[in-house]
């Protein structure tokens, strides 16, 4: 829907709620005017139903309006002599229309200073889950969510059973596209493949206020942009169409910011010509090669295997008849070729000119790899660069789907919108998004670039962290719970001052209610 069709609702639901209000207003004291004046109205009403006029924004907060109104359909029921479960259960199957029916049908009284304690235990509890879920909701969409690594392509970095804090506040909290949609849930029902939400009707994107821009190599959770190609190495493959805040959730470190020019050498990156430098708790992994000399058992070789943080086991090459390290650092590496049972252990790399064809812009005309790639620009809001059928691969995706314009091509020409187009001036920011395990991470050298509307937030804390290879309290790295993601020299975790900080709430809440008691 756009800006013009939203506001257009927006006033029907208000003569809707002023139809089927006016009369309550004027025996609660008001004016019938006041029922009709948008926001005003819902001021008004929350002083009629005695909540805070606070509430009126979250009113206004999508996700969590559809917690707030059956609230208030309930409350002014009630403010009007209407306790019972019958009256409950009308104002929330008929979506509030029972007020129309206490406005126009009943000849009910408002009471003024009605107790606003729930009439039954049952009431009691509904009413303080349903402000448990307004407040967490409110929480996880707009401060903090939490998140959990899934994949090893920030090993050493992050690793696989980290639990996160997402900060939304640093980069700007979006306000969700989908209106209707179950709170705290992404794409599916848990438990189920049904999607947790309704495609119709969607607000236009809109991100508040950020704290800070981002800053080349900040780890990012963001939406995977090719959430809806069914193959993603196919741009003309058929499309699922999902919402951008309900594509699936990605972390990757972010090497490169809108106006970079980024390459890829060796399997490292290169920003505007310079060997782009990581901070020092990121650990490069690559895959390496492996042969071990004469007769080694299996126990030997996870022995060794461990002994050098070769931990992910070892992958077998049916192609080349050969052992291989998925993932392992230069310097683990450098240590375990001094090994009297390791014959040779060397890196894998692709060469120059070799293309693959998994790897973006999924071209012909580009032959090009995960270790040798670029050089490309990265597109920021407001530059504009040439187009032509050359580099058009590179920008087509942006241009139609994250920027909604037609494009067509007839012959060399390319048109915009209708319109014969030799450049383009890009209206968002990009980025260029990898994993530091570089052999086994499908990041940007697979789908691309990653619009500013994607970006979710920033991993601040870790606030538990679980080993699945390892069972009971093992289980737990210890050491890494309450660490912080970003910053420089080894994590420091915070567990022991958060458990004292959390004992001395404890005991002074104990203190104070005592106290009162007495």
């Known amino acids: 829907m756009t ?35 948008p926001v005003y109205n819902a001021v008004v ?39 019972t479960t019958t009256d409950t259960f009308l104002s929330i199957i008929t979506l509030g229309i029972y007020n129309y029916y206490l406005n126009y049908m009943v000849d009910v009284t408002y009471i003024e200073n009605r107790d606003l304690h729930p009439k039954s235990t049952a009431g009691d509890w ?38 996160l804090f997402v900060s939304k506040m640093h980069y700007g909290a979006r306000t969700p596209m989908t209106t ?14 049904k999607k947790s939400y309704v495609l119709t009707p969607q607000l236009p994107y809109f991100r508040f206020p950020s704290l800070q821009s981002i800053k080349r190599n900040d780890i990012v959770v963001f939406n995977w942009p090719v959430d809806t190609l069914t193959v993603i190495t196919d741009p003309n493959s058929e499309y699922l169409y999902k919402p951008i805040d309900k594509k699936s959730n990605y972390v990757k470190r972010c090497v490169g910011v809108p106006g970079d020019s980024l390459e890829v050498r060796n399997g490292y990156v290169f920003i505007n010509g310079k060997q782009n430098e990581l901070p020092d708790r990121a650990r490069i992994q690559f895959s390496y090669d492996i042969a071990f000399k004469g007769q080694v058992s299996n126990d030997d070789v996870n022995r060794i295997l461990l002994r050098y943080n070769l931990t992910d086991g070892l992958g077998y090459d049916t192609i080349n008849e050969n052992y291989y390290v998925p993932a392992a650092t230069q310097e683990d ?32 005309d580009y032959n090009w790899n995960n270790d040798f790639f670029g050089p490309i620009y990265i597109p920021e809001a407001g530059k504009t660069i040439d187009i032509n059928v050359d580099v058009l691969p590179l920008y087509k995706r942006l241009i139609t789907e994250y920027e909604g314009n037609d494009l067509r091509v007839e012959g060399n020409q390319i048109f915009i919108n209708d319109a014969l187009a030799s450049t383009y001036t890009f209206r968002q920011d990009y980025y260029w998004m990898m994993g530091d395990n ?43 719970m309450f660490t912080t993601v970003h910053g420089s020299g080894e994590p420091v975790s915070y567990l022991i001052p958060f458990i004292v900080i959390l004992l001395g709430w404890f005991g002074f809440n104990t203190w104070r209610k005592r106290k009162k008691a007495n």
């Open 3 to 37: 800006l013009i069709q939203w506001f257009i609702l927006f006033l029907i639901i208000q003569v809707v709620h002023g139809l089927g209000t006016w009369k309550l207003y004027l025996k609660a004291g008001r004016q019938a005017w006041e029922a009709f004046i």
């Open 438 to 480: 570089r052999n086994n991470s499908q990041d940007a050298r697979s789908w691309g670039f990653v619009p500013f509307d994607h970006v979710v937030g920033k991993p601040v804390f870790i606030w538990l962290s679980l080993d699945k290879n390892k069972k009971g309290f093992s289980k737990i790295r210890w050491d890494r």
């Open 45 to 83: 009403l929350l002083k009629i139903i005695n909540r805070s006029p606070w509430w009126t924004i979250l009113l206004f907060l999508p996700i969590i309006n559809l917690i707030m109104f059956p609230v208030i359909w309930v409350e002014t029921a009630r403010s009007f002599g209407k306790n």
């Open 180 to 193: 209707i949609a179950a709170p705290m849930v992404h794409d599916a029902i848990p438990f189920s493949t």
């Open 126 to 163: 509904i009413s303080s889950i349903l402000f448990a879920i307004v407040a967490a909701t409110l929480v996880h969409t707009y401060f903090i969510q939490p998140f959990t690594i899934p994949t090893s392509s920030l090993e050493k970095s992050l690793l696989v059973g980290d639990y």
């Open 333 to 364: 590496v450098a240590k375990a070729r001094n090994h009297p049972n390791i014959e040779s252990i060397e890196i894998r790399k692709d060469i120059p000119g070799n293309r693959d064809i998994s790897v973006f812009p999924h071209s012909p």
